[in-house]
């Protein structure tokens, strides 16, 4: 609850969520739950196990598309 007493709505979107779930991760990255689930298993997108439940850092997408980024500008300019 907000401090006006309603019920706060959380969305993928929220900043001040510190750890997303891997469908929010993959909404952020505009990609399918499977693919995300491959990032990770790759190592190519950061996670963690919280309890049993696989989370991602928000901040996780951001850094993943930063790296890619840097690799395609990269590649770019060596060919």
Same mark, same amino acid.
């Given at each position: 609850m907000d401090e006006h007493g309603t019920l706060a709505i959380l969305t993928d979107d929220d900043t001040t969520l510190v750890l997303l779930k891997v469908e929010e991760?993959? &909404? &952020? $990255?505009r990609i399918g739950r @499977? @693919?995300?689930f491959a990032l990770i298993r790759a190592?190519? $997108?950061e996670s963690v196990l919280v309890g049993g439940l696989r989370r991602v850092p928000a901040d996780a997408p951001a850094a993943y598309v930063a790296r890619l980024r840097t690799a395609n500008h990269t590649a770019r300019h060596v060919a």
């Open positions: 991760a993959a &909404r &952020r $990255l @499977t @693919t995300c190592g190519d $997108l």
